[in-house]
C-alpha cells in the first residue's frame, strides 16, 4: 500500500529536524503556491522542539516519524520508496516556494515526457552567496546541478532514489546525473522557484560540515560513479573550442548587450558558457518555453560500458 494516500499525482518530500518555525514556512507556500493536485509527506528525525505536535495537529500533513536521524540519503528514501503518486518533488525545511514553482514544473514534465527532472531554481536569501542570481554549482564533470527538483516518480525509482552511500551532501548532484544517465534530458525552471535560508550561514559551517561529512569523500564516490564521463569525445572537444571561441572570444565585449536580449543574467551565462552538456543555443532553442539549462548527455556516452544506467538508455 503507497504511504501517499491523499494524492496520486504530485508528493512533495520533506524532512526535518527541530526546524519547526522554518518547517512552518516551507509548508504554507506549498499550500498557497500549488494548486494541482498535491501531498505534503514530511519525515522526522526525532524533533523535540514541538514539530511532532505541530504535525499531528495538522489534518492536510501526512507526517513519517522515524525517531532518529538517519542521514538524509536514507531519511528520504525510506519513504520514498513507498511513494506511488505520478510526480515526487524534494524540498529542504529551510526553504520557501515561490512563483507557484511546483504546478510550474509538473506543467513542464507533463508536456514532454523526455524530460527527466525539473530543477527548480533556487536563491540563497541569507549567507554569502546572496550576491548570485541562483544557486547550482557544475561538478566536476561539468554537469549543472539541481538543489531542489520534481521528477516523474517512477523515473526517480529506476535511478534508486537517492545515493546512500552519501551520509548527508551531494545527494543531489548525484540525483541530477543519475537521470542524465538514463538518457533523460534535465532541465531548469526559468524563475527562481525556490527560496533557500541556510541555518549554516547563521552558525560554525566549517565545524558543522565536518561533522555531516563523517570522514567521507564524497567527492570521490562521485567521481567513481560517474568516473565514464570523464573522457571527452573528439566532438566534444571540437564543441568545446566552437563554444569558447564563441562565447569566450566574440561574444565576451557584448556578453551584457546578449544576456539583456535573450533576459538571461549572470549565472545563466556561465551555465551557457561553461556546462558540458548545456546545447550552445539553449536560450534561442528555449526561448519561449518556461525552462532552460536543459541538459542532455550525448548518446554514445552513455552507451559507454562504465555507464551505471547504460540499460536505461532508450
Not at 524533533?47 to 507526517?63: M, Q
Request: glycine content about 6%; overall charge positive.
Amino acid at each position: 500500500m503507497p504511504i501517499n494516500n491523499r494524492s496520486n499525482y504530485l508528493t512533495i518530500l520533506i524532512a526535518t529536524y527541530n526546524r519547526l518555525e522554518a518547517l512552518k514556512v516551507v509548508i504554507d507556500a506549498i499550500h498557497a503556491q500549488t494548486t494541482c493536485s498535491h501531498e505534503i509527506i514530511v519525515i522526522d528525525g526525532g524533533s523535540t522542539d514541538g514539530t511532532i505536535e505541530y504535525l499531528e495537529s495538522r489534518s492536510d500533513i501526512t507526517p513519517v516519524f522515524q525517531g532518529k536521524l538517519l542521514g538524509a540519503p536514507r531519511s528520504y528514501n525510506e519513504v520514498w520508496r513507498q511513494v506511488e503518486s505520478k510526480y515526487t518533488a524534494w524540498l529542504s525545511d529551510d526553504t520557501e516556494l515561490t512563483n507557484n514553482g511546483l504546478d510550474l514544473a509538473v506543467q513542464i514534465l507533463e508536456n514532454d515526457p523526455e524530460i527527466g527532472m525539473v530543477g527548480l531554481k533556487t536563491r540563497d536569501v541569507i549567507g554569502p552567496r546572496t550576491v548570485v542570481p541562483y544557486v547550482g554549482a557544475l561538478s566536476m564533470f561539468r554537469i549543472l546541478n539541481c538543489n531542489h527538483g520534481v521528477m516523474p516518480t517512477e523515473v526517480a525509482r529506476s535511478v534508486g532514489f537517492f545515493n546512500e552511500d552519501y551520509p548527508m551532501y551531494m545527494i543531489d548532484p548525484d540525483l541530477t546525473a543519475s537521470i542524465l544517465c538514463t538518457g533523460k534530458k534535465v532541465v531548469m525552471t526559468k524563475p527562481v522557484c525556490v527560496l533557500h535560508r541556510p541555518e549554516w550561514a547563521l552558525q560554525d559551517k566549517a565545524s558543522k560540515k565536518k561533522d555531516r561529512l563523517k570522514g567521507v569523500d564524497h567527492l570521490e564516490i562521485y567521481r567513481r560513479k560517474f568516473f565514464f564521463l570523464e573522457k571527452r569525445s573528439l566532438m566534444e572537444q571540437f564543441k568545446r573550442v566552437v563554444r569558447f571561441a564563441f562565447y569566450g572570444l566574440y561574444l565576451n565585449m557584448l556578453s551584457n548587450a546578449v544576456m539583456k536580449m535573450l533576459v538571461l543574467n549572470s549565472r545563466d551565462w556561465q551555465n551557457l558558457t561553461k556546462a558540458r552538456f548545456i546545447h550552445l543555443f539553449d536560450p534561442i532553442k528555449n526561448r519561449s518555453k518556461p525552462y532552460h539549462n536543459e541538459q542532455q548527455i550525448y548518446r554514445n556516452i552513455l552507451l559507454r560500458p562504465g555507464n551505471p544506467y547504460r540499460h536505461l538508455v532508450k
